[in-house]
Nanobody
């Protein structure tokens, strides 16, 4: 079955950096588009970025130039490098993929940006 293990969240000061990881199993990782979403308290879940199997990437306007999504197909892992973090980036971050006609979500990792 599809499984994700997310890591890398935590508390960071404004302007700081974090790198999230999502280790995957149970599907052909290299063929799948992988995404990061986030959900802040009281808000809907929103797309942060995704990376296609070809390596092409798309970002939400709010994170362009600050966040970088990447993948390592040998490790079945997708990453989200987050720089110049702002308080409004505070949220639970989830990795996501669509496989075998189903949606799969990670358990989420908390990112808190605060001084």
């Amino acid at each position: 079955q599809v499984q994700f293990v997310e890591s890398g969240g935590g508390l960071v000061q404004p302007g700081g950096s974090l790198r999230l990881s999502c280790a995957s199993s149970g599907f052909t990782f290299s063929r799948n588009t992988m995404s990061w979403y986030r959900q802040a308290p009281g808000k809907e879940r929103e797309l942060v970025a995704f990376i296609r199997s070809t390596g092409g990437t798309v970002y939400a306007d709010s994170v362009k130039g600050r966040f970088t999504i990447s993948r390592d197909n040998a490790k079945n892992t997708v990453y989200l490098q987050m720089n110049s973090l702002k308080p409004e980036d505070t949220a639970v971050y989830y990795c996501y993929t669509y496989a075998a006609r189903e949606d799969y979500w990670g358990q989420g990792t908390q990112v808190t940006v605060s001084s």
